[in-house]
């Protein structure tokens, strides 16, 4: 057997300017994936600044958002449904790079379609969480941070999910610039025993608080409710239709 007699560090990757790890690319260094980050803050994509809530009940979860989109210091959209059905009993809403979150809830149907085509079952909202944890995850959508919410066999359920993929399994969370508004009043609104009419009210006075001192949401406020009976999704510009 003959001896190497050369570097055996010498090879494609030396040719190529640049080293290779033999496991790589890791979770988020996919190409040219600080370019993409980068220009997920540039002024030039349509972004949904938003304000957006979710409420766990004994009978299912409520979730709301407003309904502007902005891009860069204009209002670019007056009528956006920030929150969409991506299960047959589960929802998610939006914050952050449009694009994205359009390709973040395309993604999540087809795989939800997958898993319980391939099981014969359903997701659970357990599985569902961590299958969008994941894809956060992968640095694949600059830059979104989305609340889940869903009922499966264990009831019902809210994740606040952040831009990176953690996870955490809440009573209540918002997301989004007019966060910090929303979220003093379901401190003060929120209790244990509260039912779906109850929490579209919450969630309706808390959007309607972040409309007025945040600058990127508004317009109006979009309400799901998601219950073991499927996800109905209803929008209102007036915010005295749930006051």
């Given at each position: 057997m003959r001896t190497p007699t050369g570097d055996l560090s010498d090879g494609p990757a030396e040719e190529l300017g640049r080293d290779q790890p033999v496991f790589g690319p890791e979770i988020g260094e996919f190409e040219h994936s600080e370019r993409r980050a980068a220009?997920?803050?540039?002024?030039?994509?349509?972004?949904?600044?938003?304000?957006?809530?979710?409420?766990?009940?004994?009978?299912?979860?409520?979730?709301?958002?407003?309904?502007?989109?902005?891009?860069?210091?204009?209002v670019s959209s007056k009528d956006v449904q920030k929150v969409e059905?991506?299960?047959?009993?589960?929802?998610?809403t939006i914050a952050g790079s449009v694009s994205a979150a359009q390709n973040l809830i395309s993604t999540l149907k087809a795989e939800t379609s997958l898993y319980e085509t391939r099981r014969g079952?359903?997701?659970?909202?357990?599985?569902?969480?961590?299958?969008?944890?994941n894809?956060?995850?992968?640095?694949?959508?600059?830059?979104v941070?989305?609340?889940?919410?869903?009922?499966?066999?264990?009831?019902a359920h809210i994740y606040s999910i952040d831009a990176l993929g953690?996870?955490?399994?809440?009573?209540?969370?918002?997301?989004?610039?007019?966060?910090?508004?929303?979220?003093?009043v379901l401190e003060q609104e929120y209790h244990d025993d509260v039912s779906v009419d109850e929490a579209k009210?919450?969630?309706a006075k808390a959007i309607q608080s972040a409309v007025e001192r945040d600058l990127a949401s508004g317009n109006g406020i979009n309400v799901a409710v998601v219950t073991d009976e499927g996800v109905d999704i209803t929008r209102y510009k007036d915010f005295d239709d749930l006051l």
């Open positions: 220009q997920a803050d540039g002024e030039g994509e349509m972004k949904t600044g938003t304000t957006t809530v979710g409420i766990k009940t004994a009978d299912g979860v409520v979730m709301a958002t407003d309904m502007r989109a902005s891009l860069g210091g204009m059905e991506v299960h047959p009993r589960g929802a998610l079952k359903d997701m659970s909202m357990e599985a569902l969480s961590t299958l969008t944890g894809l956060l995850r992968s640095g694949a959508f600059y830059i941070q989305p609340i889940l919410g869903g009922v499966d066999d264990e009831g953690g996870t955490t399994e809440e009573e209540y969370t918002v997301t989004g610039s007019g966060s910090q508004y929303a979220l003093g009210t919450i969630a």
